[in-house]
């Protein structure tokens, strides 16, 4: 490689490096913790049917089955662990794996209205209502 050649690739390389921080320092500065690059939505839906049709089956399936493909979506249906009404409020709040936070996204009586949908449907019968405030004491 002749020598102004290097020196071009040396100049590429620095500008990436310099780019790839600036990236990286205005990334760490938003407002919002969040482990996906969504920024946050808001859904007027109320409505827990509405809400999961809006925000959930496009990876848990419209049958609450969930899916494998480009990743693991787990399914909603039949499924023990929403039985317990602060697993669903963590995760719908905060999220875990490939599921982004819906914190920012979702007032408390929207959080309580998908939670208590996803309960009580799909094979699930889990009638113990999640209250707004419920999720209020876990954000």
């Keep these: 490689?002749?020598?102004?050649?290097?020196?071009?690739?040396?100049?590429?390389?620095?500008?990436?490096?310099?780019?790839?921080?600036?990236?990286?320092?205005i990334r760490s500065t938003k407002s919002h913790a969040s482990h996906t690059d969504f920024p946050p939505a808001k859904f007027p839906q109320v409505e827990g049917e509405a809400l999961f049709r809006a925000i959930c089956q496009g990876c848990h399936m419209a049958d609450g089955r969930g899916a494998v493909g480009a990743g693991a979506y787990p399914a909603l249906a039949h499924n023990e662990r929403l039985r317990a009404k602060e697993y669903v409020i963590f995760m719908i709040?905060?999220?875990?794996?490939?599921?982004?936070?819906?914190a920012p996204s979702l007032r408390d009586e929207q959080v309580a209205a998908v939670a208590n949908y996803v309960r009580t449907h799909f094979g699930n019968d889990y009638r113990e209502e999640?209250?707004?405030r419920d999720v209020a004491a876990n954000r």
């Design 1 to 25: 490689m002749n020598r102004s050649r290097a020196r071009t690739w040396g100049i590429v390389v620095a500008l990436a490096v310099v780019a790839a921080g600036a990236f990286v320092s």
């Design 93 to 102: 709040l905060r999220g875990r794996g490939a599921m982004p936070p819906l």
């Design 130 to 132: 999640i209250a707004p």
